[in-house]
């Protein structure tokens, strides 16, 4: 048994341990992801629960948008980029026990694989469980873009469905270089329908390894961001295996059309002074921005106050808030690309069969991979797979093929679904919000705000999802 | 002072030291020319970013790993322990009692700073929760408005005006930097310089046993206190976000990226 307190996502951790003790933090702008990569690091990854509530009051004092008294949807944040990397204020989560009955797994998923020596630390597929003493019933979920089992909201979740009875197992998003290392048959995530094979094999062998400590009453499955989209893919194979038989399916602020939504995505770099190619000058422009702002101040350490002062002065426009998630998204992808060009040999950025060990320099690697764009690399990289596999598919039927309408027959005819989602998401179209809407009816719930997945740990947003899968 | 300016002068020296990794590591591909990969740094034309001078990285990847394995063999295991058979109430107050301890070097870099405020507050924390906190047990000075603060002798040099050097990864404490760990050695001599003046184990017949069960406990404490996992987030490049990280966070504290 571990304190919950301890665990936490590794940003987080690693910000916590370099950044100083209780209130040790970065600008979230800069790092990249606690909890999910695609979207952009959040207040509450950050450091102390504190911090949270005084960014987030600190977002209210400044951007009191019209509005938010006009409804009865408690979530305070009103802007979409804003709610996306504060989160939500600590105040505003529901408590937890101080300590939960939780233990890693490290599954041999394809008992195989050979693994480069650069990546000797992958010992297998990393997944978190948390359990009851008495049966219950036990729900998977599947990290969002790039995210690891360990991811905050992740976690959040975890324990929220622990303090109500559930069992809980996390799987790390196929995106996620331990997945793609370790469960991945091919080493290429994007394709919906292989990634959720990957993961229903993982969920076997997870179930496999522990069934014989737990009872479990029922099976449920949830997902957010790329996890829920995946969520429907898994929950579909499940109709023709029949091992978990789910009986609920939650998806949390799912990307409609994958493609669109990576576009959406790639959209917010392109407001950057020169264009998305010049991330690195962005970079260490927003650097230098906040280091000076740090100097002509009167601060002690990077902690709440000086961050308090960050927001409260507003030291970063709406576009450079945009392209701070963008970035995020960029380095979140090239470990996806490194990964996997590695694990493939396909000499997209490593040269074609040399062979990296741990002591090597992986610098100019970590710059060309962070350096490429979505568009690269399903151009380049992933449709060219795709094709081999599936001689004759053409670039806009595979597109056609990575959303939720390649299944909508079978969402529609199953009633086990449901839907998270936000108004001002921004990874999500007018349209899409639309589709979601007429293909689940009363099965979606759709707030006011949150941006993207910025109100997932807001206590009415658990406490719907706990009801979801109480029902 | 025109910000913009020395931050070029300071990124610099950091720009030509990438653009030296990349020539390397591009000679060596070179020598094989058809296995280039498709995707190479010559077609960028942006700055690097994350950039910290790190001319001993191979030898800073290997001991990185080290520290893995030291964690997964023998912190990790303990704390484990130490976390399963504590109450979390006892792992408070063993926490509060190794940081009251820490005190004393905030103070002492403080007052070599010339921070008169904080090395007050930092006195005042530590009278506070000696007596009132049962001999550091306990934190009331955190409820009565006095916030921890955090200095080393690191961040002392650093005041002055010494640079951070290469980027350093320690055995057992992990990220550093050339500066950062001889400051590290200078406050294990204060402490220790300390712990034999004041003598606390003077009258035992158990001294030596005594100090190094205080030695451990710090020890374990302190890697309970830690959440850092080596290799945790699964990121192929989680070296250099922990590298930014530190160095950014030490170099901002410090007020050097200003000063030059």
């Keep these: 048994m571990l304190t919950v307190n301890e665990r936490g996502v590794s940003w987080q951790r690693i910000r916590s341990r370099y950044y100083g003790q209780s209130s040790a933090t970065v600008p979230s702008s800069l790092a990249p992801a606690g909890r999910g990569w695609l979207l952009c690091d959040r207040a509450k990854a950050l450091g102390s629960r504190q911090l949270r509530l005084v960014l987030v009051l600190a977002c209210l004092v400044l951007a009191p948008l019209p509005g938010r008294a006009a409804d009865d949807y408690g979530y305070p944040i009103a802007g979409d980029y804003e709610a996306t990397i504060l989160g939500t204020p600590a105040k505003l989560m529901p408590s937890f026990p101080a300590k939960m009955r939780i233990r890693d797994l490290v599954l041999d998923v394809l008992p195989d694989r050979k693994k480069p020596p650069l990546f000797f630390y992958d010992q297998g597929l990393r997944c978190t469980f948390a359990y ?14 790039g995210a690891s089992d360990r991811a905050s909201a992740l976690m959040t979740m975890v324990k929220t469905l622990y303090r109500e009875g559930f069992h809980v197992i996390t799987l790390p998003s196929p995106t996620n270089a331990n997945f793609i290392i370790s469960a991945s048959q091919s080493h290429v995530p994007g394709d919906l329908t292989e990634d959720a094979a990957d993961l229903y094999r993982a969920m076997e062998v997870a179930w496999k390894q522990v069934q014989g400590d737990i009872e479990v009453s029922s099976f449920s499955l949830g997902g957010y961001s790329l996890g829920g989209t995946e969520a429907a893919y898994v929950a579909k194979l499940d109709q023709e295996r029949r091992v978990f038989n789910f009986r609920k399916v939650l998806m949390i602020d799912p990307p409609v059309s994958v493609y669109n939504s990576a576009a959406r995505i790639e959209d917010l770099l392109k407001q950057i002074p020169g264009g998305p190619k010049k991330e690195g000058v962005f970079f260490n422009s927003m650097l230098s921005k906040f280091t000076e702002f740090y100097g002509y101040g009167n601060f002690v350490a990077i902690n709440d106050n000086f961050l308090y002062a960050v927001y409260q002065e507003k030291l970063f426009s709406r576009e450079e808030t945009a392209g701070l998630i963008g970035l995020t998204f960029r380095l979140n992808l090239g470990g996806l690309i490194f990964a996997s060009d590695v694990m493939t040999n396909s000499g997209y950025v490593v040269p074609k069969d040399l062979v990296l060990t741990q002591s090597d320099s992986l610098f100019e690697y970590f710059l060309v991979s962070t350096h490429l764009s979505f568009f690269d690399y399903f151009d380049e990289y992933f449709f060219p797979y795709v094709q081999r596999e599936h001689p004759g598919l053409t670039k806009a039927a595979l597109i056609a093929s990575l959303g939720l309408k390649n299944i909508e027959g079978y969402l529609k005819s199953s009633d086990q679904f449901g839907v998270m989602a936000n108004e001002n998401d921004f990874i999500l179209s007018r349209a899409d919000l639309d589709y979601l809407r007429q293909l689940f009816g009363e099965r979606a719930k759709i707030y006011p705000r949150g941006g993207h997945l910025g109100n997932l740990e807001y206590k009415e947003n658990l406490a719907y999802m706990v009801a979801f899968f109480k029902q | 002072m025109i910000p913009d300016r020395h931050y070029a002068r300071r990124i610099l020296p950091a720009l030509m030291l990438g653009l030296t990794l990349c020539g390397c590591a591009a000679t060596k591909a070179d020598t094989r020319a058809e296995l280039q990969p498709r995707h190479t740094i010559r077609e960028f034309a942006d700055q690097p970013f994350a950039v910290v001078a790190d001319p001993w990285e191979g030898f800073n990847r290997n001991v990185y790993r080290f520290n893995f394995y030291l964690d997964k063999y023998l912190f990790l295991p303990v704390v484990r322990g130490y976390e399963f058979v504590t109450p979390a109430f006892v792992q408070q107050g063993v926490s509060n009692f190794y940081n009251n301890i820490g005190e004393v070097r905030t103070l002492t870099n403080s007052l070599l700073q010339g921070k008169g405020t ?9 009278l506070t929760n000696s007596t009132i906190g049962l001999g550091g047990l306990f934190d009331p000075a ?9 200095e080393d002798f690191g961040k002392t040099l650093g005041h002055w005006g010494a640079g951070s050097g290469p ?3 320690l055995p057992v404490f992990g990220p550093s930097s050339a500066r950062d760990a001889g400051g590290l050695a200078v406050d294990y001599g204060i402490s ?30 302190t890697r309970h206190q830690q959440s850092f996992r080596y ?15 530190y160095h950014e966070k030490r170099e901002i504290e410090s007020g050097r990226s200003l000063k030059q």
């Design chain 1, 132 to 145: 009851q003493k008495k049966k219950a019933p036990l729900v998977f979920l599947i990290a969002g873009t």
């Design chain 2, 118 to 126: 904080e090395s007050a507050k930092t006195l005042g924390r530590f």
């Design chain 2, 142 to 150: 955190t409820k009565f408005g006095l916030e921890r603060q955090y």
């Design chain 2, 167 to 169: 980027y350093l990864v």
């Design chain 2, 192 to 221: 220790y310089g300390i712990y034999t003046a004041v003598d606390p184990f003077d009258n035992s017949d158990n001294a030596t046993v005594a100090s190094a069960g205080v030695a451990t406990l710090d020890a374990i404490d």
């Design chain 2, 231 to 245: 290799y945790e987030s699964g990121y192929p490049f989680e070296y250099y976000m922990v590298r930014f990280f």
